[in-house]
């Protein structure tokens, strides 16, 4: 099989999944390109430049298994170990949430927060990529990421040794702030945390609700149980004006700001994503905010 064979190959199995039109071709497009790259170690340039290379026959057999992984709508990213998040490039695995480009959005509002050597906690840390991302691209900040999942922070640790960041990133493993001393104050506190009501998980998308771990997923009977758990122990953990950033189902903005502004936190501020859904709630903490 040749170089653009197996590509094109790769995009009649895939359009199954992405369907038929436009869209669906362009879709199926990148996810063939990109599994065919990285099994033969090549680029866009090899597409165009390269067409009738021959593939060994090993190359072929893992194409067609990747193939198959992702006809059984296993997501790209787990079949490749990896996933690009703001312009960064994270190691996944089954055990996290796939890095989106929502998320970006909270990291994008955090960065205009950060003043330098600042703090930094980060909640539900999964693959560590908000946490991660935030101090690539600030100065002398440090922070520390928290989740349920052994399994989750032994990715995160993996990305902070590939990015460099392993003497200003630390994670600790527990629920929430449940492993840290009450002593530890941050100037920022992210959380991306699950949102989806229980009700609903089984209907998202067969990548999302059979592959995607539901630990990361599930936000309880009406998708508000840790907003609500984040808000009332964050200002033990935040310095004074401190400020809380979270990201949020499209749905959620009245309700995540009544739970906070309930509390006595001020300014309080929800922002769209690029799509113009509510995306990101920013709070800060102020002298009287319950504790």
Known sequence: MIYKEAYEKGIEILMRIHGEGEEGRREAGMESRLLLESVCGTGLQDLLMAPDRVLLEEEERVFLGHLERRSRREPAAYILGEQDFMGLRFAVSPAVLIPRQDTENLVEEALRELTEGARI???????????????HYSNECTGIGTDLSAQALEIAEKNTEQLGLAGRASFVCGDLFAS?????????ITANPPYIRTGDIDGLQPEVALCEPRGALD???????????????????????????MEIGCDQAQD??????????????????????????????GIHTAE
């Open 121 to 135: 906690l980060d909640l539900c840390t999964g693959s560590g990529c908000v946490l991660l991302s935030l101090l």
């Open 180 to 188: 840290l001393k009450p002593e530890r104050q941050f100037d920022l």
């Open 219 to 245: 936000g309880g009977e009406d998708g508000l149980l840790f907003y609500r758990r984040i808000a009332e122990a964050a200002p033990g953990y935040l310095n004074i004006g401190g400020v809380l950033l």
């Open 256 to 285: 995540v700001t009544r739970i906070l502004s309930d509390r006595n936190y001020y300014n309080v501020e929800v922002y769209r994503d690029y799509g113009g859904h509510d995306r990101v709630v920013k709070a800060f903490k």
